[in-house]
């Protein structure tokens, strides 16, 4: 019971692939798997502390003041993330940039925070933050491999297909962003529809 | 003439959909109508330029002067939510059509990332007030251009006969690329 929290965040309520969230990230970031894995902790980060801390307040707070009082959470939280990356990470932080401050705006924090945390316990919240930060990382990561190793020739820094490759630039520019994105997306329909399929023929 | 630099890049060159990715949730969501797109991006354009106004105040006249930087995110988000409150209701009040058709993105308009985007871009590029105003009108109209354009687009779509597993957002991404890649010709026009 407590396992379907998490998965739910990971495969059947994927942020990104299943309820279109935190787009701006997903495709500013993802020009290699790394940078797709960094912002995706990052973002995951933000998500644990922000549930528990929502779940924890959840009852004290009025109703009609509950939206500002997440973002200000959520702002605390960020601003951690920030300067801690900024200290220990130092080169990562400058090419997410602009971006690790934008996790406040990420609408899955706030969407999470809004939906589960502040219905639910405090360890459910934080699972539930677990398990949409993974989804989250996981679907960053997969869109940040495709890109570097069409755009780049290369996987996590490493060269996979010699010199003579002349990779497709226009990968890890901004249209192929989208452009991956969206056969992903189709993939994942397709994928869908198959089990769909393959379920309803069993019976 | 640095200033009109400053204005066609952030319209086109830079553009804050197609190249820097902000602002991207209300591009996907409220792009269906041309009408509602242009709802939506003269909305954006007056709260963006209006935050950026106060938030550079603020930055330059409270969290500089008493040294207190790493408020910044907070104190921005908390003007930005603040005024898109007010917005809101200056719209129900004046526009119940365009209230209704605008729905949640409304106030949405908070996490739209294009918004705390601009303001830390400002403060970021040291921009002086003349310039910070340029370059945020510049970009709003920038998004607003990409928005009316892929909201033309997507009317279009929807008519036509596309492949099953494409069907919706798919497509949509695919097309937002190729609007992308026309977006990229406009890369030599400011150095």
Known sequence: MKLSILTEGIFKNNPVMKQVLGLCPTLAVTTSAIN????????????????????????????????PAYVVIIATFVTLIDLSMNAFFHDLHKILGLFIPLIVVNCIVLGRAESFASKNGVFDSLLDGIGSGLGFT?????????????????????????????????????????????????????????????????? | MSLFLLFVGAVLVNNFVLARFLGICPFFGVSKKVETAVGMGLAVTFVMTVAGSITWIIQYT??????????????????????????????????????????????????????????????????????????????ALGFTLALVLFAGIRERIELSDIPYYFRGLPIAFITAGILALAFMGFSGLVK
């Open chain 1, 36 to 67: 797709g894995i960094a912002m995706g902790l990052a973002t995951m980060g933000v998500l644990m502390g922000s549930n528990v801390v929502v779940s924890l307040v959840k009852n004290i707070i009025p109703a009609k003041v509950r939206i």
């Open chain 2, 62 to 139: 409270v969290l500089d002067r008493f040294n207190v930087g790493f408020l910044q995110t907070i104190v921005f988000i908390l003007v930005i939510a603040a005024l898109v409150q007010f917005v809101e209701m200056v719209i129900e009040k004046s526009s119940p059509d365009l209230y209704q058709s605008l729905g949640i993105y409304l106030p949405l308009i908070t996490t739209n990332c294009a918004i705390l985007g601009a303001a830390i871009i400002n403060i970021q590029s040291g921009f002086d007030f003349l310039h910070m105003l340029v370059f945020t009108i510049g970009s």
């Open chain 1, 138 to 203: 996981l679907t960053l990561f997969v869109l940040g491999s495709i890109r570097e190793v069409l755009g780049n020739g290369s996987w996590f820094g490493m060269n996979l297909f010699g010199s003579g490759f002349s990779p497709a630039i226009l990968m890890i520019l901004p249209p192929g962003a989208f452009i991956v994105l969206g056969f992903m997306m189709a993939f994942n329909n397709f994928v869908e529809e198959r089990r769909r399929i393959g379920r309803g023929g069993a019976q």
